[in-house]
């Protein structure tokens, strides 16, 4: 019953050795890069322009609003935090879009340095283990707050990280709830194409090419393809067995990257991560929560 993403992210690490290996490390460096982009392009068949129309504007305009007011939020108070700028953004965008899978995807577009991997092994580990404690305490939190059965389902969708947590939390509510969730959870997720395209430029423009081993894409393939795939299945043009398969693909990839990144990792580099980290997240998700509550009360939902 625990994540699939931190369980194979943990089976990593555990073998870390296998890193020095040179027979391995070809084969690692293509499952961290390669096909976590391929992962992630192959979400977009799972998200259509539908999907918002269903909603009504308002909540899609909040949900929208709640992404970047959490990355304008974590990125305002990293350095209260001793952090900079590169994890600021890395934590704020796995918390407001969707969580581990937006970790690796906004990782593979940020100037690498000697600590990348241990930011992005810490960060997949953080987000996914408060996410798997929203799974738990936020259905409990809407029964307090009397919230009916949509407006139970926005709040969930609009504030856990990960979407397998997203559907746990919403369906062990209601069917309602759950279908409500998990369209909101899937908005988020296609929100990950313009963050990292602006992410991609504003990196292109203010980092000099001497901090950075080779300078990102002015749009990266894999949000390419994102966009693309989300446009076809708009159209209704992809079938639903398409879909159902790219979705199996995308999970295994997805975690077949995670499991490579934490082949890169040793334990002990992420514990030196250290608790102001942990403050970060958990001050981030806070925030999209409050956010989302006071957008939906002032929406009138």
Request: with cysteine; aromatic share 6%; net charge negative.
């Given at each position: 019953?625990?994540?699939?993403?931190?369980?194979?992210?943990?089976?990593?690490?555990?073998?870390?050795?296998?890193?020095?290996?040179?027979?391995?490390?070809?084969?690692?460096?293509?499952?961290?890069r390669t096909i976590l982009r391929f992962g992630v392009a192959l979400l977009g068949t799972r998200i259509s322009f539908e999907m918002a129309a269903d909603l009504g504007w308002p909540v899609v305009t909040l949900v929208v609003a709640s992404v970047f007011a959490t990355i304008g939020f974590g990125m305002a108070v990293s350095r209260l935090f001793g952090y900079r700028a590169r994890f600021a953004f890395l934590s704020a965008g796995s918390v407001a879009?969707?969580?581990?899978?937006?970790?690796?995807?906004?990782?593979?577009?940020?100037?690498?340095?000697?600590?990348?991997?241990?930011?992005?092994?810490?960060?997949?580990?953080?987000?996914?283990?408060?996410?798997?404690?929203?799974?738990?305490v936020y259905p409990i939190l809407a029964d307090l707050m009397g919230l009916e059965s949509t407006f139970a389902g926005v709040f969930i969708g609009a504030t856990i990280h990960d979407v397998a947590q997203v559907v746990g939390a919403g369906f062990s509510m209601s069917e309602e709830t759950g279908e409500v969730a998990t369209v909101v959870k899937l908005i988020r997720v296609a929100m990950l194409a313009p963050v990292i395209l602006v992410a991609s430029l504003i990196i292109r423009r203010y980092v000099s090419t001497a901090d950075v081993s080779e300078r990102p894409a002015i749009v990266p393939s894999f949000v390419l393809a994102f966009v693309i795939l989300v446009a076809v299945n708009s159209f209704g043009l992809i079938p639903q067995p398409v879909i159902a398969t790219s979705t199996e693909l995308s999970r295994w990839a997805l975690l077949t990257a995670i499991a490579a990144v934490g082949l890169k990792t040793s334990l002990k580099d992420v514990i030196d991560v250290g608790p102001a980290a942990i403050a970060l997240l958990v001050v981030e998700t806070a925030f999209i929560g409050g956010f989302t509550v006071a957008g939906l009360y002032w929406i009138g939902f």
């Open positions: 019953g625990a994540p699939a993403m931190l369980m194979a992210l943990l089976f990593g690490i555990a073998l870390n050795f296998l890193s020095d290996e040179t027979k391995c490390a070809s084969g690692i460096a293509f499952s961290a879009i969707c969580g581990a899978s937006a970790a690796m995807a906004i990782s593979a577009i940020l100037p690498k340095d000697d600590r990348s991997e241990e930011r992005l092994v810490f960060t997949v580990v953080g987000v996914t283990l408060l996410s798997t404690i929203a799974m738990i």
